[in-house]
């Protein structure tokens, strides 16, 4: 069985840094894509990227280009979403997920969330 | 970001059908597999169709869904109260370098 842990609530000031982590288990990390998706609060889900862990390959959704960087260990079977600069409108859940079937394929397996609060 | 088009909401009584829809595009439904997944009130959404048509293990067969040309539909059949939720369609978009799209998202109220 899939399963996704992913890191607890942040709560951080624009401008600082973050990083949060998805523990991924179940399956062989390396060897499907993982990526994030974004839910601000009381909108719908936004794709922001995957990567492959076996070789770094990552995709970013256009608006999320340049925004964020998504990363993977294998060593730990681990991806990561990280800002350099926050700002508020970072503020929202943000969803693990794995693309088993392909990356232009469907979400088939999701994390519980981690919550972003970024507020001066 | 949602380039697929849903009506934001939907209802009906316990064991009406209801029946979802979904508007694309050449370049995310008419070329791409489309899915469809619930989001439960305060939950993570979870996958309820994928390829058009197919349901992972563990998901009723009361829920089916279809496509055609642009479009595509997801039925809720012998409604529950416990189908109250959100429920996004998405796909694969190839305009640009790629990327995924989901809908704009359905309510569906169990009244």
């Known amino acids: 069985e899939v399963r996704l842990v992913q890191s607890g609530a942040e709560v951080k000031k624009p401008g600082e840094s973050l990083r949060i982590s998805c523990k991924a288990s179940g399956y062989e990390f390396a060897s499907h894509w993982i990526g994030w998706v974004r839910q601000m609060p009381g909108r719908g889900l936004e794709w922001m990227g995957v990567i492959y862990p ?16 998504i990363a993977a260990a294998t060593s730990i079977n681990t991806a990561y979403l990280q800002w350099n600069r926050l700002k508020a409108s970072d503020s929202a859940i943000y969803y693990c997920v794995t693309h088993m079937r392909g990356r232009r394929e469907d979400l088939d397996s999701w994390g519980r969330g981690t919550l972003v609060t970024v507020s001066s | ?68 040309g642009t479009s595509a539909s997801l039925a809720i059949s012998g409604l529950r109260s416990e189908d109250e939720a959100d429920y996004y369609c998405a796909a694969w978009d190839d305009s640009l370098s790629g990327l995924y799209v989901f809908g704009t998202g359905t309510k569906v109220t169990v009244l």
């Open chain 1, 54 to 69: 076996g070789d770094s390959d990552v995709r970013y959704s256009p608006s999320f280009q340049g925004q964020v960087t």
């Open chain 2, 1 to 68: 970001q949602s380039v697929l088009t849903q009506p934001p909401s939907a209802s009906g009584t316990p064991g009406q059908r209801v029946t979802l829809s979904c508007s694309g595009t050449n370049s995310n439904i008419g070329s791409n597999y489309v899915s469809w997944y619930q989001q439960l009130p305060g939950t993570a959404p979870r996958l309820i169709i994928y390829r058009n048509i197919q349901r992972p293990s563990g998901v009723p067969d009361r829920f089916s869904a279809s496509t055609s």
